[in-house]
């Protein structure tokens, strides 16, 4: 595969040894040890939304191993897809850069700019998918149990772009997803058969948050509110208002339970601060995960395959 733009394109195989990567490095960060396995390599990122983790975590990752980052605003370049053909923007940035992050409102961008572009293309998030979100989510999940197949993951709210590569996520590593979501926000019927495809059983969406937990090894949740949907503010905070995870619903899942949160984080809204600070939050490890995983894309795209 030369581009990372939906968990569906990767097999199981090839996504494991992605956290076996991501694993090795990390171990060796924990040390101080540093793989400088690309060195001058370029990365040009392109972001259309906000960013903190992914921006960061990419360029850390980058730099490290030995590559230097371009960070791009779209209105530095007049729009992506705008003031020039897409695919001119891909194959222009193909002759500088060696890999391109792109986190775009529309998918489709994303796989336009991949298909044109002779160097690798990593989807940093867009309104559809975020697969690097969902393998760091894997890795944080390995690191506390003791095997993922048929592990049992909630998530409670939107099943939106999160959700949905969640969901890719649990169907390619063997783990049982209920997604729990308001009536008008549930997971759509399509990704729901694409992971059943994948893995049997894999994905179920039910309408109430309780049911949902009661037998959850891990919770997760994230925004009620996506970036682009500011307007619709009002509306979803009375839509998912039963859809908060707090100490109550927590009384309903069992002890001991993980939580897990993409970040960023409104307290109050979709999770209380207290859950969000328990002892059984794993959201920073989440977030940390992202450089590790990240550094370990970059690796197996970019560098020497026999290091590996
Ligand atoms: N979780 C995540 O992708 O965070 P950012 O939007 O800050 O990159
Ligand atoms: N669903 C959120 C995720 C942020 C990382 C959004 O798209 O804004």
Redesign the pocket.
């Known amino acids: 595969m030369k581009d990372f733009i939906s968990l569906t394109d990767y097999s199981t195989a090839n996504l494991k040894e992605l956290l076996r990567i991501a694993s090795k490095l990390k171990s060796m960060y924990r040390v101080g040890m540093q793989d400088w396995c690309i060195p001058g390599k370029s990365m040009a990122m392109i972001f259309e939304k906000?960013?903190?983790?992914?921006?960061v975590s990419f360029s850390v990752a980058m730099a490290d191993l030995g590559g230097h980052v371009i960070y791009i605003r779209p209105e530095d370049i007049g729009g992506l897809g705008e003031r020039e053909p897409m695919k001119d923007t891909a194959r222009v940035l193909s002759r500088y850069a060696h890999v391109i992050v792109a986190r775009t409102f529309e998918h489709q961008k994303v796989v336009d700019l991949a298909r044109h572009s002779s160097v690798p293309v990593i989807n940093a998030?867009t309104d559809w998918l975020?697969p690097c979100?969902a393998m760091a989510d894997v890795l944080t999940i390995k690191e506390n149990f003791d095997k993922l197949d048929g592990l049992r993951v909630v998530y409670i709210g939107d099943g939106n772009n999160v959700a949905r590569s969640l969901a890719f996520a649990c169907a390619k590593f063997g783990m049982k997803l209920t997604v729990a979501s308001p009536a008008g926000y549930e997971l759509d019927e399509e990704t729901i058969k694409q992971a059943n495809s994948v893995a049997k059983g894999s994905v179920t969406q039910v309408s109430d948050a309780p049911k949902g937990v009661a037998d959850a090894q891990v919770i997760y949740t994230d925004t009620w509110v996506s970036m682009g949907q500011e307007q619709q503010q009002e509306q979803r905070v009375k839509d998912f208002i039963a859809f908060r995870v707090n100490a109550e619903l927590l009384k309903e899942a069992p002890d001991g339970v993980k939580i897990m949160h993409?970040?960023?984080a409104h307290r109050g809204m979709e999770i209380t601060d207290e859950v969000f600070e328990s002892k059984n939050s794993l959201i920073l490890d989440q977030a940390e995960n992202r450089l590790h995983f990240q550094r370990a894309l970059l690796k197996k795209l970019l560098g020497p395959q026999e290091q590996l």
């Open positions: 906000p960013s903190l983790r992914t921006r998030l975020h979100q993409c970040l960023p």
